[in-house]
């Protein structure tokens, strides 16, 4: 280990999972996952599919209480706060309103583009335009989209191009200035030259915000985050330094993914 | 050149048998003929409709059809003024409009974004049980009870009046706005609701702000059919809307309709070919002329608004 950047424990943490368990129905799908997620930094999610890391990311924003027939048990706990988001006293739409979402197929609303970057902004009321017009163009430059559609605010989502209405769902999430953005493989529906101009905006986006992505693509993973979590049937196998996972896994399971024998 | 002809020596397990041609020719026949069925018998009454109507209006000029305001046709002082009729139906569909949209929708949104799965399964059938009823016990339910029950709260309302009509069709045709309209929502693809929750929505926000704006062109269609039928309707109005022709706009009072009139023009003995035959066919026709119309709004409201998703 390069022993300038220091151990894992001693950053500062944003959120952290403690021996989080997760049944569909009578499915185990997460098996006592513990793993940090660090302030400001990118945290990748990988493992074959199946592997349960897409139910690890929805836990965060408590996605699964939409559905009937879940159960988990564990804690993730949020900074400052201290406080558990899976507690029954919280209050999903609050924990939604703080770790924002982004999610595999871009899914703007049938709605103008305006409309879907504040849309955030109107379910929690705010009505005064002057507030929701800097707020627009604020997250939408935060997205580096601004620049393509200052000029059609009003027109539907549905114009543009598959890249634009995924750089349009970031803007959504960033609009209500989150603390944590929640990725969900974003770039698996998109071309490569569209994959790497949100990359490079992810990398943009962790000054100011805690990332957790969900990724199938193995060097997507090496190429955003500093940390990377390998799972594997339900268990985090490894968690560490991305570069480490990379480059000399402890474990035999993640050298054997990450190497392409299988997953 | 045919290419079998080029070759001769076609192998004998490729080549085609003709059992199996024949069959699917068959079955291709039998499949269209039920299709031109259907098309042959709108064709015909089109037809008959229009043929009747024409030698109606060689009689009667369409100026008068149109602009009269009284319609007595049967009368020796004939007047056939279709507004009159036409009021009827007017009055007696948006009272029922007014009672099936707002109720109708409500419940596809209930049904569609919070009830459970087993409280949809259960009063869906229900609903649909209340669209097969017959509409003869509509009309009955409008002139035993409804009426006088709308007679304790209005003492002067006579016992055939179009407001008792038009709310009982209007609940007869909740189920049909009700099943189509949460169909349509229901196809609103789960990552756009999804998209809301994970944004800090609440169900209902949810459902207000996406999910009827994405379902609005199926919604649109569910309104146009609630329209139609209520346009349609026969029985309850016969019955508990009175039959006297009278151009009226007060739901309060009994008026004809249009399809009102032909049931009872329809249910007495008049001569065929007489004035009196052919004022069914022409007032027939404007019926299907008003829902053609619908249909033609429905369609094109349905592209305009149509949302991708």
Same mark, same amino acid.
């Given at each position: 280990?390069?022993?300038?950047?220091?151990?894992?424990?001693?950053?500062?943490?944003?959120?952290?999972?403690?021996?989080?368990?997760?049944?569909?129905?009578?499915?185990?799908?997460?098996?006592?996952?513990?793993?940090?997620?660090?302030?400001?930094?990118?945290?990748?999610?990988?493992?074959?599919?199946?592997?349960?890391?897409?139910?690890?990311?929805?836990?965060?924003?408590?996605?699964?209480?939409?559905?009937?027939?879940?159960?988990?048990?564990?804690?993730?706990?949020?900074?400052?706060?201290?406080?558990?988001?899976?507690?029954?006293?919280?209050?999903?739409?609050?924990?939604?309103?703080?770790?924002?979402?982004?999610?595999?197929?871009?899914?703007?609303?049938?709605?103008?583009?305006?409309?879907?970057?504040?849309?955030? /902004?109107?379910?929690?009321?705010?009505?005064?335009?002057?507030?929701?017009?800097?707020?627009? %163009?604020?997250?939408?430059?935060?997205?580096?989209?601004?620049?393509?559609?200052?000029?059609?605010?009003?027109?539907?989502?549905?114009?543009?191009?598959?890249? /634009? /209405?995924?750089?349009?769902?970031?803007?959504?999430?960033?609009?209500?200035?989150?603390?944590?953005?929640?990725?969900?493989?974003?770039?698996?529906?998109?071309?490569?030259?569209?994959?790497?101009?949100?990359?490079?905006?992810?990398?943009?986006?962790?000054?100011?915000?805690?990332?957790?992505?969900?990724?199938?693509?193995?060097?997507?993973?090496?190429?955003?985050?500093?940390?990377?979590?390998?799972?594997?049937?339900?268990?985090?196998? %490894?968690?560490?330094?991305? %570069?480490?996972?990379?480059?000399?896994?402890?474990?035999?399971?993640?050298?054997?993914?990450?190497?392409?024998?299988?997953? | 050149?045919?290419?079998?002809?080029?070759?001769?020596?076609? &192998?004998?397990?490729? +080549?085609?048998?003709?059992?199996?041609?024949?069959?699917?020719?068959? $079955?291709?026949?039998?499949?269209?003929?039920?299709?031109?069925?259907?098309?042959?018998?709108?064709?015909?009454?089109?037809?008959?409709?229009?043929?009747?109507?024409?030698?109606?209006?060689?009689?009667?000029?369409?100026? *008068?059809?149109?602009? *009269?305001?009284?319609?007595?046709?049967?009368?020796?002082?004939?007047?056939? #003024?279709?507004?009159?009729?036409? &009021?009827?139906?007017?009055? &007696?569909?948006?009272?029922?409009?007014?009672?099936?949209?707002? $109720?109708?929708?409500?419940? @596809?949104?209930?049904?569609?974004?919070?009830?459970?799965?087993?409280?949809?399964?259960?009063?869906?059938?229900?609903?649909?049980?209340?669209? #097969?009823?017959?509409?003869?016990?509509?009309?009955?339910?409008?002139?035993?009870?409804?009426?006088?029950?709308?007679?304790?709260?209005?003492?002067?309302?006579?016992?055939?009046?179009?407001?008792?009509?038009?709310?009982?069709?209007?609940?007869?045709?909740?189920?049909?706005?009700?099943?189509? +309209?949460? *169909?349509?929502?229901?196809?609103?693809?789960?990552?756009?609701?999804?998209?809301?929750?994970?944004?800090?929505?609440?169900?209902?926000?949810?459902?207000?702000?996406?999910?009827?704006?994405?379902?609005? &062109?199926?919604?649109?269609? @569910?309104?146009?059919?609630?329209?139609?039928? +209520?346009?349609?309707?026969?029985?309850?109005?016969? $019955?508990?809307? #009175?039959?006297?022709?009278?151009?009226?706009? *007060?739901?309060?009072?009994? +008026?004809?309709?249009?399809?009102?009139?032909?049931?009872?023009?329809?249910?007495?003995?008049?001569?065929?070919?007489?004035?009196?035959?052919?004022?069914?066919? @022409?007032? #027939?026709?404007?019926?299907?002329?008003?829902?053609?119309?619908?249909?033609?709004?429905?369609?094109?409201?349905?592209?305009?608004?149509?949302?991708?998703?």
């Amino acid at each position: 280990m390069d022993p300038s950047r220091g151990a894992i424990s001693e950053l500062p943490i944003k959120a952290e999972v403690r021996n989080f368990n997760f049944h569909y129905g009578e499915f185990h799908a997460l098996k006592d996952v513990t793993m940090p997620l660090c302030e400001r930094k990118v945290t990748a999610l990988i493992g074959p599919s199946g592997c349960g890391k897409s139910t690890l990311l929805r836990s965060f924003n408590r996605m699964h209480d939409l559905y009937a027939g879940n159960r988990y048990g564990g804690e993730i706990i949020l900074h400052p706060d201290q406080t558990n988001l899976l507690d029954p006293r919280v209050d999903p739409i609050e924990v939604r309103m703080r770790l924002s979402m982004v999610f595999q197929k871009p899914n703007p609303f049938p709605k103008s583009i305006y409309e879907n970057v504040i849309y955030g /902004q109107r379910v929690r009321g705010v009505t005064k335009r002057s507030v929701l017009d800097d707020k627009a %163009e604020e997250a939408l430059r935060a997205a580096a989209l601004w620049g393509e559609v200052k000029h059609r605010l009003h027109d539907m989502a549905f114009a543009l191009s598959g890249g /634009q /209405q995924q750089r349009l769902c970031i803007a959504r999430a960033l609009a209500t200035d989150p603390e944590v953005l929640l990725f969900d493989e974003p770039t698996s529906a998109l071309d490569p030259i569209v994959t790497a101009s949100i990359e490079e905006l992810i990398h943009q986006l962790k000054e100011k915000v805690t990332i957790l992505i969900v990724t199938h693509n193995m060097q997507q993973a090496a190429r955003v985050s500093d940390f990377t979590a390998y799972m594997y049937l339900g268990e985090l196998i %490894e968690f560490g330094y991305t %570069e480490e996972i990379f480059i000399k896994p402890r474990d035999k399971r993640t050298e054997d993914y990450i190497t392409g024998r299988f997953g | 050149m045919s290419p079998s002809s080029s070759s001769p020596a076609v &192998s004998e397990r490729l +080549a085609r048998k003709a059992s199996r041609h024949i069959s699917e020719r068959i $079955i291709e026949a039998t499949l269209f003929a039920a299709a031109a069925v259907s098309i042959f018998v709108t064709v015909a009454i089109v037809f008959i409709l229009v043929r009747e109507s024409v030698a109606f209006f060689q009689q009667v000029p369409v100026v *008068d059809f149109l602009s *009269d305001t009284q319609w007595t046709p049967l009368f020796d002082d004939a007047h056939f #003024g279709i507004l009159v009729l036409l &009021s009827g139906t007017a009055v &007696s569909s948006t009272v029922a409009l007014a009672v099936a949209i707002p $109720i109708g929708t409500t419940i @596809a949104i209930f049904l569609s974004e919070f009830a459970s799965q087993r409280t949809r399964e259960t009063a869906k059938p229900i609903l649909e049980l209340l669209a #097969g009823m017959p509409t003869v016990v509509f009309g009955y339910f409008a002139l035993m009870f409804v009426t006088p029950l709308l007679q304790e709260l209005m003492p002067e309302l006579p016992g055939f009046n179009l407001l008792s009509a038009g709310l009982v069709m209007g609940i007869m045709i909740v189920p049909i706005v009700s099943s189509i +309209a949460e *169909d349509a929502m229901r196809a609103v693809p789960m990552a756009l609701r999804e998209g809301s929750y994970a944004m800090g929505a609440t169900r209902l926000q949810t459902a207000f702000y996406v999910v009827l704006p994405a379902a609005v &062109s199926g919604i649109g269609a @569910a309104y146009i059919l609630g329209i139609a039928r +209520a346009v349609g309707e026969t029985m309850i109005l016969a $019955i508990a809307a #009175g039959m006297q022709p009278k151009l009226t706009f *007060d739901p309060r009072e009994p +008026a004809a309709t249009i399809t009102a009139f032909i049931v009872q023009v329809a249910l007495g003995d008049l001569p065929h070919g007489s004035i009196g035959y052919q004022t069914i066919f @022409a007032a #027939g026709l404007t019926l299907m002329l008003f829902t053609l119309l619908f249909n033609i709004l429905g369609f094109w409201l349905q592209r305009k608004y149509r949302e991708r998703y």
